[in-house]
């Protein structure tokens, strides 16, 4: 299979850090020398090619309403490790694979059970309320984050077109570009990515929809221009580069439940107590810090917004 478990062992300490620790290091040894420099330097900059910012967002408001009790992560270490399976299996390589990645135009359609099927563009829904959230993230492979988003909750985008009585799911379709993303001629895997909920969940109002981080828009690597992010839920229930989100009344496919339905559960909430088949989930790795382990939290720390509509769990 895909995920090579555990993955965190190669996430602590982030290039950063290390670099930082193979200083001290050399120096410790006496070996704090221009030359023994000018070598960590080369590696350090073959591991970390240069990443250019993207534009700050102008208007956001702060809702702080969902509060974390952890400090951000580095933002380097954000953008630098990173699953998006349509670029690179290796989660050090996404950056450099998804550089330039641009969906130009860029189309959201939201369709199916709707009242009035919509197809907005990036200034439509730039246009919207912005607020920043910080939110815990927690990748099924055992690494989290904490990270502050910019964006719309993604209640506000789906009743901009009116869902219907009968649709219970939404549907989540990522981009479909083999000339920006040869991995997709890989038909071994089902693309486009897609992902979906149930219709309560989407319109949980932690459900969110990032056009941005750090207070600027999303790199490519993170999803641009649009992603879903999902905090109570494992990583891979949000999708990145998002252009199709479809109401429907069965419940619709997903990427990875689809390659290994045993592993990767529809629902899948984060949950302690249910371990991965390969490894446990009782503990999770903060990307960009030194290794420190945590325990996991049942909802990933959301239950009191989320457990409500999970009453058998
Ligand atoms: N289209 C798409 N979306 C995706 C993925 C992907 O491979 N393709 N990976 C998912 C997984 S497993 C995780 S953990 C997060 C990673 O987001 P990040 O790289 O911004 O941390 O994106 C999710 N969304
Ligand atoms: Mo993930």
Not at 46 to 62: K, V
Not at 84 to 106: I, N, T
Not at 240 to 245: A, L
């Amino acid at each position: 299979m895909v995920f090579r478990f555990p993955e965190t062992r190669d996430v602590s300490p982030t290039a950063e850090s290390d670099y930082k620790t193979r200083r001290r290091f050399l120096t410790s040894l006496g070996m704090g020398t221009a030359g023994a420099m000018a070598t960590v330097a080369t590696v350090r900059h073959w591991r970390r090619p240069p990443i250019t910012p993207q534009p700050r967002i102008e208007n956001f408001t702060r809702n702080y309403t969902f509060p974390v009790d952890r400090p951000l992560t580095q933002q380097d270490a954000v953008l630098r490790f990173n699953n998006f399976y349509e670029f690179a299996a290796d989660k050090r390589s996404v950056v450099q694979r998804s550089r330039g990645f641009c969906l130009d135009p860029y189309t959201l359609v939201i369709d199916g059970l709707v009242k009035r099927p919509l197809v907005l563009g990036l200034e439509d829904l730039q246009a919207m309320q912005l607020e920043e959230r910080v939110y815990r993230f927690r990748c099924v492979e055992a690494w989290a984050m904490t990270v502050p988003w910019v964006g719309i909750p993604l209640a506000s985008i789906l009743a901009r077109a009116e869902p219907t009585e009968r649709a219970k799911y939404v549907a989540f379709e990522s981009f479909l570009d083999v000339a920006q993303a040869p991995r997709q001629a890989n038909l071994s895997f089902p693309w486009p990515y897609r992902e979906g909920l149930q219709i309560e969940e989407a319109m949980n109002p932690l459900a969110f929809v990032a056009l941005g981080l750090y207070g600027r828009f999303l790199q490519p690597q993170n999803g641009a221009p649009l992603r879903i992010v999902l905090p109570w839920k494992y990583g891979f229930k949000g999708p990145k580069s998002v252009v199709k989100m479809t109401l429907s009344a069965t419940r619709p496919p997903s990427f990875w439940h689809t390659l290994q339905p045993l592993e990767y559960g529809f629902t899948a909430n984060v949950d302690p107590a249910v371990p991965h088949p390969r490894w446990s989930q009782a503990q999770e790795i903060e990307i960009g810090g030194w290794g420190q382990r945590r325990p996991t939290l049942k909802f990933n720390g959301y239950g009191e917004w989320v457990a409500h509509l999970y009453p058998r769990s």
